[in-house]
């Protein structure tokens, strides 16, 4: 069981600078900007050998000009549930606020342990100060610096007094991952909270809501997977301040920590450039990719319609044209779910192992229907061939004249090994190698 703190407050407090320093990463987008946190984020920290999950959330406000205000605080609200501690932070510099003192209300009623952390108190002007937030009514206040961890070792001391056991290093260890890619406006965030059946990442019309990516536990089929939503990729051209550059960044970086990819399109615009672009980059990184065109609902079509996109986007994925491609709707679940049961199925196949022995008895009969050609009156003989141990399939053909073979041979063998193992939805990679 995983002990749980959540860091809660008012805007621009420097939540996200502190859970980054307790998870000992910068996973959270930190700026000067207000409001730039908005999902609930989740990272790991350990403290004199008690491991716990820290919830960076969004800030806490009311009657602002946010859209975004009443979505963030539910997910205020859902942490705090979730929570086993509530570190309550505050601001040194400003002082106490109305809506610091208005937000204290919604924290005494959690009945949960509550740490109330004054940050920003750099100085010992600053550290004195924080005794104004008595006022609160919230006990002792804990002066820290988040930016340069003044103080923070004396408030972890208390916290994990709270912690009924040592926890878990990793809850995450082990399990595989699947990041769900796209456009900005696509339909990602709909479809994780669709999948889980609540509403885990906030949604609007308005691109660019997602900016950090967000891990989420899913159970389905008897397995157990994290779900990660990201921030839509936009084209480096495309993309205007820092916290969009740094949203893109994590996306990208959420990709690179999958198993398997879905990278979703909108039906009305069909496969763009922007979409070989990503699809490119999971392909590069050597990523289980499952293709979700998602707003399938707002297409005319017949019963041809599919096939016919299905073939016209595989045509110009060519070379990468080995991934499932499902047309489903959000809005109307359909097919929502048809889209995980075959992401797992990408999962296995991107795992899978051939056993020696039936892989050259399969394979050199593929090779004697068609041997490789003959270069400069040289014969090249394919000996044998094995699976290497790595994360996704990696095979060695070992024969006399290795650097003769080429590519469009290379491909026939690919082809036969997809035929022959179902390896849909996995990049496939071939050495040669002198025997």
């Known amino acids: 069981m995983s002990n749980i703190v959540a860091i809660v407050g008012r805007p621009n407090v420097g939540k996200s600078t502190f859970f980054n320093r307790l998870i000992q990463q910068r996973q959270a987008i ?39 205000e009443g979505a963030i605080r539910e997910q205020v609200e859902i942490a705090m549930d979730e929570a086993d501690v509530i570190l309550f932070m505050v601001d040194s510099m400003t002082g106490l606020t109305d809506l610091d003192k208005e937000f204290a209300n919604v924290v005494r009623k959690s009945k949960k342990p509550v740490y109330l952390v004054v940050n920003k108190a750099e100085t010992l002007e600053r550290s004195q100060a924080s005794a104004e937030f008595y006022e609160l009514g919230l006990g002792e206040p804990y002066p820290i610096s988040s930016q340069t961890g003044h103080g923070t070792g004396e408030l972890l001391d208390e916290v994990v007094k709270h912690f009924k056991n040592p926890g878990i290093e990793d809850p995450d260890a082990g399990i595989p ?85 879905i990278v979703m399109l909108d039906a009305s615009r ?66 929502i779910f048809q889209v995980m049961e075959k992401a797992m199925e990408v999962y296995e196949n991107k795992t899978k192992k051939i056993t020696t022995s039936k892989l050259n008895e399969i394979m050199q009969v593929e090779i004697e229907k068609y041997p490789p050609p003959a270069h400069r009156g040289k014969h090249i003989k394919i000996k044998y061939m094995i699976q290497l141990p790595t994360p996704s399939p990696t095979f060695v053909f070992f024969c006399n004249h290795p650097k003769y073979i080429k590519e469009p041979y290379m491909r026939y063998l690919e082809n036969r090994m997809r035929e022959n193992f179902d390896f849909e939805g996995v990049p496939i990679t071939i050495f040669f190698r002198e025997k």
């Open 30 to 68: 930190m700026d000067d900007q207000s409001g730039v946190t908005r999902d609930r984020h989740y990272g790991y920290a350990y403290w004199t050998e008690q491991y716990f999950t820290v919830i960076d959330t969004g800030g806490y406000v009311v009657g602002s000009d946010d859209i975004f």
């Open 177 to 261: 991952k699947i990041s769900i890619l796209g456009r900005p406006n696509v339909g990602k965030s709909s479809f994780l909270n669709v999948l889980i059946g609540k509403e885990r990442s906030i949604v609007t019309d308005i691109a660019g809501t997602t900016r950090d990516a967000i891990n989420t536990h899913y159970k389905a089929y008897g397995k157990d997977f994290i779900l990660v939503d990201t921030a839509g990729i936009r084209r480096k051209s495309r993309v205007k301040d820092a916290i969009e550059f740094y949203s893109t960044l994590r996306s990208v970086k959420a990709m690179e920590d999958s198993d398997v990819v």
């Open 270 to 335: 069909g496969l763009e450039a922007q979409d070989l672009n990503i699809i490119g980059m999971a392909h590069k990184a050597k990523k289980g990719i499952l293709i979700m065109v998602n707003k399938w609902d707002l297409i005319e079509k017949d019963s041809k319609t599919a096939d016919k996109l299905r073939k016209e986007m595989l045509e110009r994925l060519a070379p990468m044209d080995y991934m499932p491609i499902i047309f489903a709707s959000v809005v109307d679940k359909q097919r």
